[in-house]
C-alpha cells in the first residue's frame, strides 16, 4: 500500500548550494493498477480506466519529475524565485501523483459492501452509522463546484475520522493535515465518458467497488503514527 510517507515529494538530494551541481534526483514512476483496466466494470468503463491512469496520471507523473528537476537545478543555484514560481506546479503534479496512487488502491473488483472491523466501529463512533457517512461523503463529492476530489480522512490531533473536499489536485493531508483512507475523484475524465454529466450515479457507483479492507489498513497505520 502506498503511503503518505513513501509518496512524499522530498525525493530530490542536491549537493550543497556551493558546490552547484546537482548530485542525485530520484524520478516517479506511474505505478501499476493492481487490476485489469477492465476489472471495474460495470461501475467504472475499461475505456475511463485507460485513458485516467495511462493518460492522465501518466501527465502528473512527467510533469512532477519535471518540474522537480527545475527544482533541483534552482536549489543548487540558490535561485529562490524560480523556487517560488514552480510551487503551483509541484503542487499540482505532485497531489495529482498522490491522489491517483491512493484512488487506484481504494478501489477492487472485489470491492463493495460495507467495512468491518475497527473501521466499521470508527466510523460508527464518528458518524452514527455507514449510512451516514456514506451520505455525507456522497454529498460533499457531488457537490464539489469545477473538478476536485472529497475524501474520507483521519484527524491524527482528535483521532477522529472527518469527511473534506479538495479543489483540483490540492493533496488532503498537506492541505488539511488529515490522512487520507478514501477518496473520490470527481475530475470529469474519472466518469464523463460513461456517466455523461450525471455526477451523483457515478459517485453512488463507486461504493460497489470501494476496498474496504484497503481503507482499514490505512486507518490502522494512521492511527498508529499518530
Given at each position: 500500500?502506498?503511503?503518505?510517507?513513501?509518496?512524499?515529494?522530498?525525493?530530490?538530494?542536491?549537493?550543497?548550494?556551493?558546490?552547484?551541481?546537482?548530485?542525485?534526483?530520484?524520478?516517479?514512476?506511474?505505478?501499476?493498477?493492481?487490476?485489469?483496466?477492465?476489472?471495474?466494470?460495470?461501475?467504472?468503463?475499461?475505456?475511463?480506466?485507460?485513458?485516467?491512469?495511462?493518460?492522465?496520471?501518466?501527465?502528473?507523473?512527467?510533469?512532477?519529475?519535471?518540474?522537480?528537476?527545475?527544482?533541483?537545478?534552482?536549489?543548487?543555484?540558490?535561485?529562490?524565485?524560480?523556487?517560488?514560481n514552480l510551487q503551483p506546479a509541484l503542487k499540482f503534479n505532485g497531489g495529482g501523483h498522490i491522489n491517483h496512487s491512493?484512488?487506484?488502491?481504494?478501489?477492487?473488483?472485489?470491492?463493495?459492501?460495507?467495512?468491518?472491523?475497527?473501521?466499521?466501529?470508527?466510523?460508527?463512533?464518528?458518524?452514527?452509522?455507514?449510512?451516514?457517512?456514506?451520505?455525507?461523503?456522497?454529498?460533499?463529492?457531488?457537490?464539489?463546484?469545477?473538478?476536485?476530489?472529497?475524501?474520507?480522512?483521519?484527524?491524527?490531533?482528535?483521532?477522529?475520522?472527518?469527511?473534506?473536499?479538495?479543489?483540483?489536485?490540492?493533496?488532503?493531508?498537506?492541505?488539511?493535515?488529515?490522512?487520507p483512507l478514501f477518496g473520490i475523484d470527481v475530475w470529469e475524465h474519472a466518469y464523463y465518458l460513461q456517466y455523461k454529466n450525471v455526477r451523483p450515479d457515478y459517485v453512488q457507483a463507486i461504493f460497489n467497488i470501494a476496498?474496504?479492507?484497503?481503507?482499514?489498513?490505512?486507518?490502522?497505520?494512521?492511527?498508529?503514527?499518530?
Open positions: 500500500m502506498l503511503s503518505a510517507k513513501t509518496l512524499t515529494l522530498a525525493r530530490c538530494a542536491t549537493k550543497p548550494a556551493f558546490l552547484g551541481t546537482v548530485a542525485t534526483r530520484l524520478t516517479h514512476t506511474l505505478p501499476d493498477l493492481p487490476y485489469d483496466y477492465n476489472a471495474l466494470e460495470p461501475y467504472i468503463s475499461a475505456d475511463i480506466m485507460k485513458l485516467h491512469h495511462s493518460k492522465h496520471h501518466n501527465t502528473y507523473v512527467t510533469n512532477l519529475n519535471i518540474a522537480e528537476e527545475k527544482l533541483a537545478e534552482a536549489v543548487a543555484k540558490n535561485d529562490v524565485n524560480t523556487c517560488i491512493i484512488f487506484w488502491e481504494v478501489l477492487s473488483p472485489n470491492g463493495g459492501g460495507e467495512p468491518s472491523g475497527d473501521l466499521k466501529e470508527t466510523i460508527k463512533r464518528d458518524f452514527g452509522s455507514f449510512e451516514n457517512m456514506k451520505k455525507e461523503l456522497s454529498g460533499a463529492a457531488v457537490g464539489v463546484q469545477g473538478s476536485g476530489w472529497s475524501w474520507l480522512g483521519f484527524n491524527p490531533n482528535s483521532g477522529r475520522l472527518r469527511v473534506a473536499v479538495c479543489a483540483n489536485q490540492d493533496p488532503l493531508q498537506a492541505t488539511t493535515g488529515l490522512i476496498n474496504w479492507k484497503n481503507v482499514a489498513d490505512r486507518l490502522a497505520d494512521a492511527k498508529e503514527g499518530s
